[in-house]
């Protein structure tokens, strides 16, 4: 099923090969997708764009992804979107930080581009699921 055409996803990385083999991915399975390199552009892309998605690098220059998005989910207009933090960091306080800041899901670099895909579906399918 396709209920996900058009659906706005923000990619947010300091690395452009990254958010390019992520973007090419999600267009392929007909999201639109936004880019963002810190996380100051980040919030205002969201603020902006209202993505359904986040995907979040955590080491960001200025900002961390664990501080974007504990703001992306105390904000009451944004609290709703998905945020996935996508990091190398990989240690069990790492972990717990997540979880802390209210991620939807925590993945750990390096990541097949299909499964992170299939996850945002997921995620979204769910969401739409428990709004219906």
């Given at each position: 099923m396709n209920d996900h055409k058009g659906k706005k996803i923000l990619l947010v990385d300091d690395e452009?090969?990254?958010?390019?083999?992520?973007?090419?991915?999600?267009?392929?399975?007909?999201?639109?997708?936004?880019?963002?390199v810190t996380a100051n552009q980040a919030i205002s892309?969201?603020?902006?764009?209202?993505?359904?998605?986040?995907?979040?690098?955590?080491?960001?220059?200025?900002?961390?992804?664990?501080?974007?998005c504990e703001a992306i989910k105390r904000d009451t207009e944004t609290k709703e979107t998905i945020v996935f933090l996508f990091t190398a960091l990989n240690q069990e306080h790492d972990f717990r930080e997540g979880e802390r800041v209210g991620c939807d899901l925590y993945l750990t670099k390096p990541q097949n581009p299909k499964e992170i895909v299939s996850k945002v579906k997921e995620f979204l399918n769910n969401k739409q699921t428990s709004n219906t």
């Open positions: 452009p090969g990254i958010r390019k083999i992520l973007r090419l991915f999600l267009e392929l399975d007909g999201f639109e997708v936004y880019e963002a892309v969201i603020k902006e764009e209202k993505p359904e998605l986040v995907i979040l690098d955590v080491i960001l220059c200025g900002q961390t992804g664990f501080e974007a």
